[in-house]
């Protein structure tokens, strides 16, 4: 598609529900990121995709959260037992992969969690 | 560790004046700087990139410079426009891994007519 298609746009859960939110990427970007993104502040990394490397983990704030990325296309970041403090605005993007490209965002999930 | 920072308070200019946002690194030094905007509900988009041999770059209306001595990109936009108004994010890639970037906290930039 013409740019980063996440969905859905808004998703209300209960607590300790799970929730999986989609990324669709730019076609043909090899690089994948996960943002979150709580009120008023910055961008917080989750996780990032390479081509066929294994991910990079680092930024997923507890074992609660996982990704996966098929084909190396569309990515789903998994949520389980949500819990109040996961509320926030959840940002993919995608890029070429170069390491001085900029990132095509998409317009990003606001969960919010009761 | 590595740290990218921006004013946190917001930027109030009268149209047509430049506005200047300030973004400072700390505790390494990055090949490249971005900036995005990003408006409210939206998520943020690419402007323009500085490398770190780059003194300054230009695209329209925007301005960008990389100071390495003094660890600071300036940010400006000449002839500021209400449409103008949105949150500026600096970002950096981070020392360990370079694809991946860290963004600063963003200025809330609002230009009045």
């Known amino acids: 598609g013409a740019g980063v298609s996440q969905s859905p746009s808004n998703k209300v859960t209960e607590k300790g529900k799970d929730v999986e939110l989609r990324c669709d990427p730019i076609s043909g970007h090899t690089a994948l990121y996960w943002y979150r993104q709580s009120l008023g502040q910055g961008l917080e990394f989750l996780i990032y995709f390479q081509g066929n490397s294994a991910p990079d983990k680092s930024g997923l704030p507890s074992d609660r959260f996982s990704a996966e990325r098929t084909g190396g296309s569309v990515s789903t970041l998994t949520i389980q037992r949500t819990q109040q403090e996961d509320s926030a605005v959840y940002l993919c993007?995608?890029?070429?992969?170069?390491?001085?490209?900029?990132?095509?965002f998409g317009s990003g999930t606001r969960l919010t969690v009761v | 560790s590595q740290k990218i920072e921006q004013n946190s308070e917001a930027l109030n200019i009268q149209e047509g004046k430049t506005a200047t946002l300030t973004c400072n690194y700390t505790n390494y030094s990055p090949a490249y700087l971005q900036w995005y905007r990003q408006d409210p509900g939206r998520g943020p988009v690419f402007l323009l990139l500085?490398?770190?041999?780059?003194k300054e770059k230009r695209k329209e209306r925007l301005k960008v410079t990389f100071d390495t001595t003094l660890k600071q990109s300036l940010f400006h936009i000449t002839a500021s426009q209400p449409a103008d108004s949105a949150t500026y994010l600096c970002a950096s890639p981070r020392r360990d891994a370079g694809n991946m970037l860290t963004f600063g906290g963003g200025t809330r930039l609002m230009v009045k007519p």
């Open positions: 500085i490398r770190e041999n780059e």
């Open positions: 993007a995608s890029s070429l992969g170069r390491h001085d490209w900029g990132y095509t």
